[in-house]
């Protein structure tokens, strides 16, 4: 097993290769305007770093968000052309779930993130040590097996309060709303890390465990629209 991973659903750009045992090389460049630019150069980095070539991949994982329309769908398009190009599976994630799992927190928590407009992408999480006691190949102390407990939603912090006020939270959402996310943890993960997002691929896999399709998770309309009601002019 070789996985490669990636995830552009965060500011972060990262990427990271597991053999299924441990993480190989990981890369993260947080830049919310250069997902495009950034991300193929990082799988040649870790390639490069681990020794491996592209074609001794056997499976693809990426982050469906949510996140922002045009960031999200760098990795999801780039993903899905080196899935066709390589003849491998195609493992969807959600990216909230990667950031769960490199918290390394055990009681029920929320994961939030920046969904700009003031608004947050979030859900709440459950985790618990493997039966092995294994710990997390992404170098974190996060649990092996974790649970989410919602859906994951975008919702104003305000509107969200009564559910996350002293609740452990994680993430750059929590961070950037402290006063509602009270009981953010400041050292746990604000962004995504591919090496966990792998970590966590590569337990469903040896489970047997079920993923998302490689579909994009918005969760809301992105901001280019058609204008209703717009004036058709025609030639006399």
């Known amino acids: 097993m070789l996985l490669l991973a990636l995830d552009t659903a965060t500011p972060a750009v990262t990427v990271a290769l597991h053999d ?6 990981e890369s993260r460049q947080v830049d919310a305007r250069r997902h495009g630019e950034l991300l193929l150069p990082a799988v040649d980095r870790v390639l490069a770093e681990a020794g491996r ?11 469906v968000g949510p996140g922002p329309y045009t960031g999200l769908r760098v990795g999801l398009v780039t993903a899905a ?13 959600c990216s909230l779930d990667g950031i769960a799992y490199a918290a390394g927190l055990e009681e029920p928590f929320v994961v939030a993130t920046d969904a700009r407009r003031k608004e947050v992408y979030w859900a709440r999480y459950e985790a618990r040590p493997s039966p092995d006691h294994r710990p997390s190949t992404s170098g974190s102390a996060a649990p092996r097996l974790i649970t989410r407990l919602t859906e994951p939603a975008v919702d104003r912090p305000a509107d969200i309060a009564g559910q996350v006020a002293g609740v452990p939270s994680v993430g750059a959402g929590a961070l950037l709303y402290d006063t509602v996310f009270t009981g953010v943890r400041r050292e746990g993960p604000e962004h995504q890390s591919a090496a966990a997002l792998a970590a966590l691929a590569a337990g469903k896999l040896a489970a047997g465990e079920e993923f998302l399709p490689p579909q994009p998770l918005y969760l809301r309309r992105p901001d280019a629209q058609v204008p209703a009601n717009y004036k058709v002019v025609t030639p006399r």
């Open 20 to 25: 299924g045992s441990r993480v190989l090389a």
């Open 81 to 93: 052309t080196f899935g066709s190009v390589l003849g491998v599976p195609v493992h969807g994630l």
């Open 53 to 63: 070539k592209l074609d001794a991949v056997s499976d693809i994982v990426v982050g």
